[in-house]
């Protein structure tokens, strides 16, 4: 059997599997599948600040090649998670990875403060969220804005910071760039593209937020190709995620520059998909006489 260990900024993961924000939630319905241990980690449901209940439905909607999602991150809020989810979640064996969000700097900083005197391994800033003092523009969607909010945040942060990278950029090198200039010991990517789509019987879209963003097999493609441009520019782990639904999309992105990876939307058609990546994985790299996980990372061999 190939070692399937990663270091990822400092922090041990058994293997590169980690379940992706959002579509995990707190780990607790998963458990009834399989030992949360089985993961290298879990990057928990997004957390703000205060309680949220998330936008109106409908807010989920098939699409072809994946789905489109306006949830609006309900969650129970930052100081909730400390008290009840953390100490179950801390007693399952993996890495745990808080993930943030938040409208403003302040938000990002207290919750980044609150949670570094907790047991989390790994702060997860998703900058993808709207910044109201902005009038809606994302964190995520400029160098000043990503260098500015991880700046900031590291300030605060005791913990690994990890920042999630939005795709809906012109430049993705160049955002990678700025959050590991300012401070980001690793960086995630990506997270899902805005996508819309219309009823055409009332002529109204099927989100009720109008757009939302677009995960599943389709991304995997941009995903791949985002993760290999940000590769050639930063030195610091990227996890990757978007598309992953096979063990040879595993593959696939970790030949393109990540050190690990984050599976999400598969898990709604078949919870198992870590399970069965793990495995193929793993075969894959006995088969090719391959020792260890980590050879793997950036290897693809691009035509001259």
């Not at 910044?131 to 995520?140: D, E, I, L, M, W």
């Not at 805005?194 to 995997?220: D, E």
């Not at 940000?230 to 999309?249: L, T």
Request: aromatic share 6%.
């Amino acid at each position: 059997m190939a070692d399937l260990s990663v270091n990822i900024a400092g922090v041990n993961f058994n293997n590169p599997i980690i379940a992706a924000s959002g579509t995990f939630g707190f780990g607790h319905e998963y458990k009834e599948f399989y030992p949360l241990n089985t993961l290298g980690g879990i990057s928990c449901k997004g957390i703000t600040l205060e309680e949220r209940q998330g936008n109106p439905p409908p807010r989920i909607a098939e699409t072809p090649g994946g789905m489109l999602n306006a949830v609006g991150l309900q969650n129970p809020g930052v100081d909730y998670f400390i008290e009840n989810d953390l100490p179950w979640l801390k007693k399952q064996g993996t890495v745990i990875i808080a993930n943030i969000a938040g409208n403003t700097p302040e938000d990002y900083c207290m919750m980044a403060e609150k949670l570094s005197d907790t047991d989390v391994d790994m702060i997860e800033m998703n900058i993808s969220c709207p910044n109201v003092r902005q009038g809606g523009v994302q964190f995520g969607t400029s160098c000043a804005g990503v260098e500015s909010i991880t700046t900031s945040v590291r300030k605060f942060c005791k913990k690994p910071l990890m920042v999630k990278l939005s795709p809906n950029v012109s430049d993705i090198a160049e955002i990678a760039a700025a959050a590991e200039s300012a401070g980001a010991d690793a960086i995630s990517m990506i997270n899902t593209l805005t996508g819309m789509r219309i009823n055409i019987n009332t002529h109204r879209p099927i989100i009720r937020n109008n757009t939302g963003g677009l995960s599943g097999p389709a991304l995997l493609p941009v995903a791949v190709r985002m993760i290999y441009q940000a590769a050639q520019r930063v030195k610091i782990p990227i996890v990757g995620m978007g598309g992953i639904s096979k063990w040879e999309d595993a593959v696939e992105i970790l030949l393109a520059g990540a050190s690990a990876l984050q599976i999400g939307t598969a898990f709604f058609t078949d919870p198992y998909t870590p399970i069965k990546v793990l495995k193929g994985l793993n075969q894959y790299l006995d088969n090719n006489k391959i020792s260890r996980v980590t050879e793997l990372t950036g290897k693809v061999i691009p035509w001259d």
